[in-house]
């Protein structure tokens, strides 16, 4: 059994898609690209697709992941093709390659998060993660399906930085409006509560008063593994991709040792 690990992108009006919509959706594409899946035992078989850490609905993203399992061999970027042929503009199959490591979830412990605050003043919005950052802990609440929880924060936000918008007009995140705006750059590692975005927002509200007139459009730039002495974080298939490439280099290894072998 091959499994295939995946990059896919939620733009535009997509970003508003649900994750069971996107399910659907990408379950329809299996089907219409005619990839070969291996199906979950039971009664009611669900081809075998794990979903790592989706973003909220309303957040665009160039950085969502997921592994599909098949039964037959097929080269990886060959199948990003059909996939993304079969799913609405929005959700692009952006990056596929062949699972050669385990844990996949286990190397998404951070997110990059960026944060375009229309109508605000990059100077008030930097006076604002100014006062988020030198806090030692800012409580925020939200509304879960257990009541209002109030939580810290403060403590999963590695790094939040403010620059103009107009520095950014070139980038490929998800940006409905070219007015001038603040724009936050945010690292958070993946906690329990989950720290999200719009938490974030709700800090910097209660630190700052930082109010957005408008709501904020938050595209998650990047997701892996946090490397705590850089600050970056690193791109979660890459030991995937290295594994590929150093498999030929063993295989090649052998190849002299083979000719000389007795006929």
């Known amino acids: 059994m091959q499994r295939v690990r995946l990059r896919y992108t939620k733009r535009g009006r997509l970003?508003?898609?649900?994750?069971?919509?996107?399910?659907?959706?990408?379950?329809?594409?299996?089907?219409?690209?005619?990839?070969?899946?291996?199906?979950?035992?039971?009664?009611?078989?669900?081809p075998k697709v794990s979903y790592a850490n989706a973003a909220p609905t309303g957040t665009g993203s160039e950085a969502e992941y997921l592994e599909i399992a098949l039964t037959e061999q097929r080269d990886p970027q060959t199948l990003r093709a059909l996939l993304d042929e079969s799913l609405p503009t929005g959700l692009d199959i952006v990056d596929a390659v062949e699972a050669r490591t385990s844990g996949l979830a286990d190397r998404l412990t951070a997110s990059v998060w960026e944060l375009r605050l229309d109508g605000v003043d990059p100077a008030d919005a930097a006076r604002a993660v100014v006062a988020f950052s030198a806090a030692e802990t800012v409580e925020v609440q939200r509304l879960t399906k257990n009541g209002v929880r109030t939580f810290d924060a403060r403590a999963a936000v590695a790094s939040l930085t403010s620059e103009p918008g107009s520095e950014t007009q070139g980038a490929q995140a998800d940006r409905p409006t070219d007015q001038p705006c603040a724009i936050l750059r945010l690292v958070v590692r993946h906690v329990t509560p989950a720290v999200r975005p719009d938490d974030v927002l709700s800090g910097l509200r209660a630190v700052a008063d930082l109010a957005p007139p408008v709501p904020a459009a938050v595209t998650r730039l990047a997701q892996g593994l946090f490397d705590e002495e850089t600050g970056t974080v690193t791109d979660p298939l890459a030991p995937d991709r290295e594994a590929v490439t150093a498999a030929p280099a063993t295989t090649g290894a052998a190849d002299p040792a083979a000719a000389k072998a007795p006929a």
């Open 15 to 46: 970003r508003f898609t649900s994750h069971r919509d996107f399910q659907r959706a990408f379950e329809r594409a299996l089907r219409r690209a005619e990839v070969p899946m291996a199906y979950s035992a039971g009664f009611t078989p669900h």
